[in-house]
């Protein structure tokens, strides 16, 4: 569907329930043991969530990556329910301490306290943060890269998510300042033009862009597919 150089997250949930697939990706594993006729969407999700991590935040990369921006190719993307996916599968992965933020509306200046004092944590490993929590100026767009630093120096790995690439230069900069970037694409809304867009602006700037993921769209299997399997 977009170029052949933007790596895909292709079975990635459509949103926190519901998980896309393309048929022809299915593995054996995906599938109900000692039942061919059906199949557990919610097995192959996580197993596509944990490919997405073990590819990403791979220990042996030449570029290790550590702190990680998501970003939508446009505001009606919605990006929370993949992201947490993606952070509850690391934090469980790794078993290392890792931060899920917002940078949009994040102060410019680092917070004085220990992070973690100021997070929601919700797993052993996962601490949440959301905009404004550090105080600061709430209606600045700037991304706070001084907290941006103090998230990679107090966590061994840390998500942020940012308004849309084409709409947002503050995006583009939190972006630059990371390790890398994914764009967020939704079947729904997304035009190709956009799409190749935001990867231009993105590379333009010289940030990283690690890949896409698409999201929204579902892809129901025919029964004659599940029997031959």
């Known amino acids: 569907m977009w170029t052949e150089d933007m790596w895909t997250a292709r079975g990635i949930a459509a949103n926190q329930e519901a998980n896309a697939v393309f048929p022809e990706d299915v593995p054996a594993k995906g599938w109900t043991a000692g039942s061919p006729t059906r199949w557990n969407p919610e097995s ?3 197993e596509q969530l944990r490919g997405l991590v073990r590819q990403v935040f791979s220990v042996t990369a030449a570029l290790p990556v550590r702190q ?3 970003s939508p190719v446009e505001p009606e993307v919605e990006l929370a329910g993949i992201c947490l996916q993606v952070a ?8 290392k301490d890792v931060a899920l933020a917002t940078a949009a509306k994040f102060p410019a200046d680092a917070c004085t306290l220990p992070l973690k004092q100021l997070a929601n944590q919700v797993q052993r490993h996962l601490w949440l ?4 929590e550090c105080g600061g100026n709430r209606n600045s767009e700037a991304p706070g890269f001084a907290f941006l630093a103090e998230l990679r120096a107090q966590f061994q790995y840390s998500i942020v998510t940012t308004a849309a690439v084409c709409d947002s230069a503050a995006a583009i900069e939190t972006a630059q300042f990371s390790d890398g970037v994914v764009l967020v694409i939704s079947a729904h809304s997304t035009k190709r033009v956009a799409a190749l867009k935001a990867k231009r602006l993105l590379e333009e700037a010289r940030a990283r862009v690690l890949g896409t993921i698409l999201v ?3 892809f129901p299997i025919p029964e004659s597919l599940y029997r031959r399997l």
């Open 44 to 46: 192959f999700a996580r």
């Open 68 to 70: 990680m921006v998501f």
């Open 88 to 95: 509850q599968t690391l934090s469980e992965e790794r078993l």
């Open 129 to 132: 943060f959301k905009a404004g």
């Open 216 to 218: 929204d769209r579902e």
